[in-house]
């Protein structure tokens, strides 16, 4: 017999499995280019390309997953997850292996964008009071997820060799596979609205809510939380490589895993005492320290100092998306799906802003300007250091927040 406590930790494995689609692939990018020639262009498309498709489930979501509901829709995701990771072992040696990652990506970015979009409203509509409690906790499973996947797959490669890749992917389809069975007896609630869930009525509730201007505001820090949390992410192994010095192999398991255990341990730390702190005033403070972290870790020669930076940024951005999450419930009730559906988009377009911020001023003249400023490989820092313009903006928003309240 299924119970509510079957659907919380289902969408615990929900999390896990975002964190293998999304991680897996950049470990075995170096095997995409020396044993399929591929060009560096080239496995930047395909990271860009997984990117902007699971943008687009975001905003179809927002149109279509409550007329198909949220038990079939959760249920997609998660088959396509599996093929995803089947044909990642089977479909480059059989056709274009270009062409067949593209295909992958895409079939692996339709589960991405539905778990992102349909997790978070499956939890909050459980018959849980704590419900800011729970959505930390539950986010905090893809920064152990993510833990998990690199630490596991730099075993698996290091015991039978990384040219044995394809059979990890095989090994990772079997959580997507056995979390579609669970999704598909478990119970599900929908989040309730006022508005009547033909596909035209939704169209007019998502105008709607963007006309609405705590609404709008919500937006604003999920396309913040995004950039804050993303630039750095996917960034930091890179960083610590070129502009600490620190050997790659060791950078990338250190780098990506410490960002992702600060960032977990943080969550499960603010879901235990959520009940007895201010959502407001802590995203305001997580603001705050993610702009020294940013700081610190762009200003400081010494490469411990810096490490500790980024481990500050990793702690501040860590409650943003799940409390931002909390606080649109809490603040604007009759959003339900839709609203969950567009801060999901809102908070990937922050992504692939941020990430892409750091890139282009990275190559920018702001490097040179700023040489006799920062210390040893310039380029990278700079670019890390302008994504301070994110967290600054959440803290104005927030101060703005504070003027609306429940509705």
């Not at 389809?173 to 119970?187: G, W």
């Not at 009547?196 to 939704?202: G, K, M």
């Not at 943080?266 to 995203?283: E, Y």
Request: contains cysteine; positive net charge.
């Amino acid at each position: 017999m299924f119970t509510y406590t079957h659907t919380l930790y289902a969408s615990y494995i929900a999390y896990i499995n975002q964190a293998i689609v999304n991680i897996f692939p950049t470990l075995i990018f170096i095997v995409f280019k020396n044993d399929f020639n591929l060009s560096i262009s080239q496995i930047a498309f395909l990271s860009s390309f997984n990117f902007l498709m699971q943008m687009i489930v975001d905003f179809l979501a927002i149109k279509y997953i409550e007329k198909i509901g949220y038990r079939k829709t959760i249920v997609i995701a998660h088959i396509s997850s599996t093929l995803g990771f089947i044909l990642l072992g089977i479909l480059p040696f059989m056709i274009n292996p270009f062409n067949a990652l593209l295909l992958v990506f895409f079939i692996n970015a339709i589960s991405g964008g539905l778990i992102e979009v349909l997790i978070s409203p499956i939890v909050e509509a459980l018959p849980e009071k704590q419900k800011t409690k729970v959505m930390n906790i539950l986010h905090s499973f893809y920064c152990w997820g993510s833990m998990f996947v690199i630490i596991f797959s730099t075993l698996f490669f290091n015991i039978y060799s990384i040219n044995n890749w394809k059979y990890l992917s095989f090994i990772w389809a079997i959580i997507p596979a056995i979390n579609t069975f669970i999704f598909a007896k478990v119970p599900i609630n929908t989040l309730s609205t006022n508005n009547d869930h033909t596909s035209e009525n939704n169209i007019v509730s998502i105008r709607k809510l963007l006309s609405v201007k705590i609404v709008m505001i919500f937006v604003v820090l999920m396309i913040c939380a995004g950039a804050s949390e993303m630039a750095m992410a996917q960034w930091i192994s890179f960083f610590t490589e070129t502009a600490l010095n620190i050997d790659k192999s060791f950078g990338d398991i250190f780098g990506a895993s410490m960002f992702a255990f600060c960032m977990g341990i943080m969550r499960v730390i603010f879901a235990i005492k959520s009940d007895k702190i201010n959502i407001i005033h802590s995203l305001m403070i997580a603001s705050l320290f993610c702009i020294i972290g940013y700081i610190i870790a762009s200003l400081a020669s010494n490469a411990i100092i810096s490490i500790i930076g980024c481990a500050i940024v990793a702690l501040s951005v860590s409650i943003m998306w799940p409390s931002i999450f909390s606080l649109s419930a809490k603040l604007y009730s009759k959003g339900a799906t839709s609203m969950f559906a567009l801060l999901a988009l809102s908070g990937d377009i922050g992504c692939s802003i941020g990430t892409f911020l750091v890139g282009t001023v990275s190559k920018s003249k702001l490097s040179i300007i700023f040489s006799s400023i920062i210390q040893n490989n310039t380029e990278i820092k700079i670019g890390i250091l302008s994504v301070i313009v994110f967290p600054i903006i959440m803290l104005i928003t927030l101060l703005m927040a504070k003027k609306y309240k429940s509705n």
